[in-house]
Each structure stands twice: as C-alpha cells, then as structure tokens.
C-alpha cells in the first residue's frame, strides 16, 4: 500500500516537480539548437541570397555584418513578442512595470544587454560568417567562462571536477576549430569564430547576473524584461550606432534596409519561427532554473551543441565530420561537470 503520510505526498509532489524541470532543461537544449539551425537557414532566403558576400573585401564585410544584426534585431524581437503574449495570456503583464523598478529587475536589465547585443549580436554575426553547426558548440562553452569569470570576480572555489570541465571545453572548442570544413578557411571563418567566442563571454556574463535577479523574481517576467530590453536596444541603440558611424568605413550598409526587405519576404516566417524557438527555449531554460536548480539546468540547456550539430545534419545540406561530433561532445560533456555532479544530475529525490 502506498504510503500516505504528509511526508511521503510532499516527497512524490516535489519529485514530479523535479521531472517537469529536468524536461524543460531537456526541451531548452533542443529549441535552442533548433533555433540556431533555422536562423542559419533564414540566409537562404531573399534578400540574403540574392546579396554578394563572397568577395572578401570590406564591402562583403560589412554586407555580413548588416545580415547578422537584421538577424539578431529581429530575433529578439519576435522572441519578446511570443514571451508577451505568453506572459499576456498567463495574466502577467502587468507586473513588468512593477518589476522594473525592483533592484533585481535592473540587474537582468544589464544581464539583458550582454546577453542581447553582445551575447546575441556575436552568435548571429558567428552563425553568419560560419556555419551554426561550428558557432553552436562553441557558445556551449558559457558555464565554463561562468565558472572562470566567478572565480574571479566573486572569489569562488571550485573543486577539480570543474576545471576538468573548463579544460574539456577549450580542448573542444580547438576540435571544432580545426574540424574539417569544404572550401577554405578565410578571415571570415577566423573573424566569426572570435566573435562566437565574445557570444560565449556576453552569456556567461548575463547569467552571473540574471542568476541573481531570477532568485527574486518570477522567471517569466524576468524573461519578458529581458527579451524586451534587448530587442528595444537593437532599435534605439546599437543598429543606428554601428551603421552611423562603424560600417560606413567599410562600405555600404544596409540594416534597416533589409529589415525591411525582409519584412516584405518569407524570411520572415523564418526569423518568426527562429524567435519563437529561441524564445520559448528560454521560457523553458528559466523554468528549469526554477524547477531543479541552476547546476541541473544549466548541464540539460547546454546539450544544445550537440543538438545544432545533429538538426544541421538532419535538415541542411551540410554534413558534419566526425571530427565535428567529437569536438561538440567535449564542450557539451564539459559543459554538464562544470555545471553539475553527473553522478547527481538526476538524483531527482534532491531537486535543489
């Protein structure tokens, strides 16, 4: 007979609770990684087939670099506007004005930046200049940066499992670099994996900081700030930065120009679909945050490089190299003993 004690409910109760967490920590990685394959096949479509990159001067420099930021702009705006209308839906829109004057609320506000135009600019502008199966693992890499940038800054120690983790991941990060790859590998190549590596330190960077808001907040609304907050610096801030006064020593550029043009095409589906997986990604890798802890969420979230890898192989003509696999692997497998005791990872009975 089942036990129907106090405890015995509250135990099966926390242990469902767990499972739903480590799901959504599961499900995270896999919108992730299919969120970048999408975005990388969104420059398939008009106005970026049609555009001429392939000449390797400033001109096609800039051209690239006014893709990534269309990108990236309408990504996260279409991920704040599906977290919206989820938070409208859940009746919690309204607590974004309320939390926003919260402590807590202007952290993941700054958390937001680095994450959005720095973390989101470098990731799009890496998966434009290489292909998302190369830029995914690489980002994977943030809870070993997190754990390098906390010993710094905040003091912490961790113990030899961890940095077994940090060394894994550079030594996969170098796999994946060097992982063969059809046509030669140019400035472009070199240019895009340095800034999917600033991704990768704009990330770690956010969730040092939304981790402290985030435990004071709900997750939901702190998502909607944060998408929010990001999309709104794209418009107001960093697109009219780049293109008064960086691109035009490179030549032509045309953000807001194919913006438009994009808005008038089927690429637009495509960023819609991209930001509706990127976005509930994070509504998921929040509620895992809530549901199991930082450290089991954070080793589920980051399986995303292996998921890019494998959606790319699946559902684009490219064709990963065992080579390839192998150097995702590493930085995932890095990534999780960074993140968490994998003898403890679904110990589901201890959800904290």
Sequence with gaps: MADKSPQAILDAKQLRHAKKGILAGVLSGVLWGASGTVLGAALGFEPFSSLDTSAGDNAALSLLVAMALCGALLHDTFAALWVGVHNIRAGKFKEYGRTLRTKPGKMVCIGAILGGPIGMSGYLLGITFVNPAFALPITAAYPAVAAVLATIFFKERNPLRVWAGVLLCIAGSFVVYYAPLEGEKGVF???????????????????????????????????????????????????????????????????????????????????????????????????????????????????????????????????????????????AVGAILVSANPRELFKLRETN
């Design 189 to 331: 190549f070199t240019v895009g994996m340095i800034l999917t590596t600033l991704a990768c330190l704009g990330w770690a960077t956010e969730g040092l900081l939304s981790t402290y808001g985030m435990d004071m907040l709900d997750p939901d609304i702190a998502l909607g700030i944060r998408e929010g907050v990001s999309a709104l610096a794209y418009f107001i801030f960093v697109v009219p930065v780049v293109t008064l006064f960086m691109l035009p020593n490179f030549g032509p550029a045309p953000i807001w120009e194919l913006v438009v043009q994009v808005s008038r095409s089927s690429a637009l589906v495509v960023y819609a679909f991209g930001g509706f997986l990127g976005g509930f990604s994070y509504v998921y890798w929040y509620r895992a945050l809530n549901m199991t802890g930082v450290a089991r969420a954070m080793a589920l979230n980051v399986t995303y490089a292996l998921w890019g890898v494998i959606f790319g192989a699946l559902f684009t003509s490219f064709e990963p190299t065992k080579q390839l696999f192998l150097g995702a692997g590493f930085i």
